[in-house]
């Protein structure tokens, strides 16, 4: 018992300073969350020891080929860009994180340009079958310095709170943005009435979500950075059962093999809007030329 008790002392000396960027220490209610006083972003310190292989059975398991659940996410996204007042015909876009692509073909079909960016091969191979070009897709292991166009509005639709390394990669953001690019992130909101009713329960408590971004995190991080908030609005999405089932049996660590058998296509029948514990933010880069 006391090896214990000592060996999470030590994980506790051990969990990084905030990826928010405050400098206050951070704050231990208790052994699972490193909290930062200044934002109440933190760190989920029974997940920073786990894990953070993406392979083809994320996907897989959460259903991201399932047409019906690419629907779902299209719909979803179209209803944000309408909310926002995004008119993207013209613009060169970048979905980061894509999954299984249903979202960046939509772009791809209706914006001037667009370019989509993951982790796992077999996302990318399931967007080139469903028509995006190869040339437009890039590995986020291997990003080049400059991709092929200045990109005018970023989209992090559940991806950013996955960012391994969110600084080097917001500065290859804005290195390869436009002066009037904007970012939209949706992600987890720490300090969300869900998550303060259901703590280590709350559903975005998962093994590869280590760092809990809040509001005002996200705010700070961005603008140290040069991106400016704009525009915050709840971000309802369109999710049918198959989404519910597939997520709620991931929180519970359920065998991969219950969890594909479980998601029959007609739990994919059923659609409402639902938000949980969700934040939805536009930022612009500031034109450091005044």
């Known amino acids: ?26 704050r231990f209610k208790n052994a699972y ?30 259903s991201h080929y399932n047409a019906k659940v690419g629907e779902n996410k299209v719909r979803t996204l179209k209803s944000w860009l309408d909310k926002l007042g995004i008119d993207f015909s013209q613009l060169t876009v970048c979905e980061v994180g894509f999954g299984g692509g249903h979202c960046l073909k939509f772009l791809s079909d209706n914006s001037r340009k667009a370019f989509g960016i993951e982790t796992i091969n077999e996302n990318i191979a ?8 190869r040339e437009s897709l890039f590995s986020a292991q291997a990003l080049p310095a400059e991709i092929p166009g200045k990109v005018d509005l970023w989209v992090f639709s559940d991806s950013f709170e996955h960012l391994p390394d969110p600084d ?33 329960l ?9 760092f809990h971004w809040s ?5 700070h991080f961005l603008s140290i950075r040069n991106f400016d908030l704009a525009a915050s609005f709840s971000p309802a999405k369109y999710v ?13 660590g ?21 938000n949980f514990g969700e934040m939805g933010m536009l930022f612009g880069k500031r034109d450091e030329h005044h």
């Open 254 to 274: 359920t065998p991969g093999w219950v969890a594909e058998r479980l998601n029959a296509p007609i739990l994919a029948t059923f659609r409402f809007r639902f």
């Open 240 to 252: 049918s059962l198959i989404t519910i089932t597939s997520h709620l049996l991931q929180k519970l």
């Open 215 to 219: 509001r005002e995190g996200l705010v």
């Open 33 to 62: 969350k490193g909290q930062c006083p200044a934002c109440g972003s933190f760190w989920d310190v029974s997940a920073l020891d786990a894990g953070l292989l993406y392979d083809v059975t994320y996907p897989v398991l959460r």
């Open 126 to 133: 399931h967007a080139i079958s469903l028509g995006i070009s």
């Open 202 to 210: 709350w559903p975005h408590r998962l093994h590869d979500h280590r």
């Open 1 to 26: 018992m006391l090896m214990r008790i000592r060996q999470r002392v030590h994980d506790l000396r051990d969990v990084p300073p905030p990826l928010c960027g405050h400098l206050e220490p951070l």
């Open 168 to 200: 080097t990669f917001i500065s290859w953001v804005s290195g390869n943005s436009s002066r009037q690019a904007r970012l939209l992130i949706i992600a987890p909101e720490a300090g969300s009435l869900s998550d303060r009713m259901l703590g280590r």
